[in-house]
Each structure stands twice: as C-alpha cells, then as structure tokens.
C-alpha cells in the first residue's frame, strides 16, 4: 500500500510500527516522504498514493476521492501556529498593509491566521508571501518580510532568530471556540477497506505509546538536524488522544474551522455530513 507523510518527528513516530510491519494484517507500505504541500497537491489531483496526510485545509478540495480517516492525524490544545515579528510588540494593528510569510496557502495555520486576522487587523494585512517553512524565520530575522507564520518545531526554536511572538493563533482559536485544533488529516482513497486501514493505523499508533523507544532511530532519521529533545518536544505536543481517535470534539473543530473559512471565502463550501462518511 503506498502512502504520503511529512518526515516530522510526529508522523514517524505515529507510522513506525505500521511501515516496519509491525502490525499484524497490515500491508507492506510504500512510503513516500513528502512536505503538505506535496501531499495536498496529490490529493487535489486525485492520483495520489492510497493514503495520505494533508492539512485540515484542503479536505474541501478532495473529499470526492479520499475518505477522512478517524486517526493518525494531528490535531490539539496548545499547539497553534504563532505569528512572529522581529520588533516585539503585541499589537495586532502593527501588521495593516505589511508583508507576512506563511509556508502555504492551503494549511490550517493559513486559514487560521487570516480568520484571526480578520477580527484583529484593521483594514487587513498586505502582501501574503508563499515560502519554503526554514526560510521564514530568516527572512524576517533579516527584514525581508514584516511577520512569519511559523508552525511545528518554530515554537520551540524561535527566540534563537531574536524573533517575538506577536500570537499564538491556537490559543486564540481554542478560547475563541474551545475547541482543539485541526491541523494534519489522515485519508485514504474511497473504495478501499476504510475499517481496516483505520485499524491498522490506531494499532501503530498505541505500539508507538506501548514502545516509544522502539521508534527513536526512524524518527532521528528523518528529522534530519533537529535536537532530539525538541524532537521529544515535537511528538508530545502533537501525538495525543486525538490521533488514536477524533471523537466528537475532533470532528467539532474539523466543521467549525471549515465552515467559518468557507464564509470568509477562503475554502469552497461543502458537505459537511461527508466527513463521517
């Protein structure tokens, strides 16, 4: 079976067991390494592996092929994307008419911060620049953009760059809603045995809780430079009772997020009921 995630510490940790074939029933995987951008775009496309993590953002685009899977994904309390500048201060209004960077413009820490945006921001902000994530710090470190929208392992790294935290848009989102936040999606094409790729999934992902020390090589592999105590940082942060299982307040985020972003005009509206579908 051929599938698409990010090599952050939270996904290889989560999929360890299911790609060593470790879980009994399973499939051998064809594991594709892919940044969201990547895997959104396959999706989009339709012709994608069978399962794939993508942002919450972009299952408005592709849920006439791809099914959303109850676990595997991430989503949580505490673990926003943050707006960062370079001159510290607190006040939103600083950003009207500047220039921020943002890694996508199909992700939730977009659809976040412009949601955020358009309560905080008079008059709006200026130009929204697409760059790759590890040069966004830089570039506003550096004065080539007013404000960086950074996510995963930025919240841990940022003072490093002299950057300030302008807002943390997850705690804006969970004490505007008080609701966790949806970030990456787990989802698999439609047609095939939905049940038993779920189960097969949640398996590796209580082997990871059963045996974390049995995943540390796989993940150091892929987080490639990263400190392992912020690879630790990483995982626990986003590896949580919602990845064995979305349940009612998972999918209560997912719609919210969805349906206010689609009266911004920032999604397409859609059928809701087909994400339990």
């Not at 599938?3 to 470790?22: E, M, Q, R, W």
């Not at 955020?116 to 760059?131: D, N």
């Not at 094409?189 to 809780?209: F, N, T």
């Amino acid at each position: 079976m051929k599938i698409a995630y990010s090599p952050c510490p939270n996904d290889t940790f989560v999929f360890h067991a299911l790609a060593h074939g470790l879980i009994p029933g399973a499939p051998e995987l064809e594991v594709l390494y892919a940044d969201i951008d990547v895997t959104n775009r396959l999706a989009a496309e339709g012709n994608g592996p069978e399962v794939l993590k993508i942002s919450y953002a972009a299952l408005p685009w592709v849920l006439k092929d791809y099914a959303l899977l109850p676990c595997g994904g991430a989503l949580g309390r505490g673990c926003g994307p943050l707006v960062l500048t370079k001159n510290g201060g607190s006040d939103p209004a600083t950003l009207a008419g500047r220039r921020v960077a943002v890694p996508s413009d199909r992700s939730t820490a977009y659809l976040l911060f412009r949601l955020w945006a358009a309560q905080h921001v008079p008059g709006g902000v200026g130009e929204i620049v697409v760059m790759p994530f590890h040069e966004i710090m830089p570039a506003v470190r550096d004065g080539h953009m007013d404000a960086g929208l950074v996510i995963h392992e930025a919240r841990f790294t940022y003072p490093s760059y002299g950057l300030t935290q302008l807002v943390d848009l997850g705690n804006w989102w969970e004490s505007d809603t008080g609701l966790p936040i949806p970030l990456g999606a787990i989802i698999a094409r439609r047609g095939l045995d939905l049940e038993a790729i779920s189960g097969w999934i949640r398996a590796s992902v209580e082997y990871a809780w059963a045996h974390p020390e049995a995943s540390r090589d796989y993940v150091m592999e892929h987080a490639q430079e990263m400190d392992p105590k912020v690879a630790q940082a990483h995982i626990d942060l986003y590896v949580n009772e919602f990845t064995a299982n979305l349940g009612e307040s998972g999918y209560g985020a997912i719609t919210t997020l969805l349906k206010r972003a689609a009266e911004e005009g920032l999604v397409p509206q859609m059928d809701y009921a087909a994400l339990l579908k």
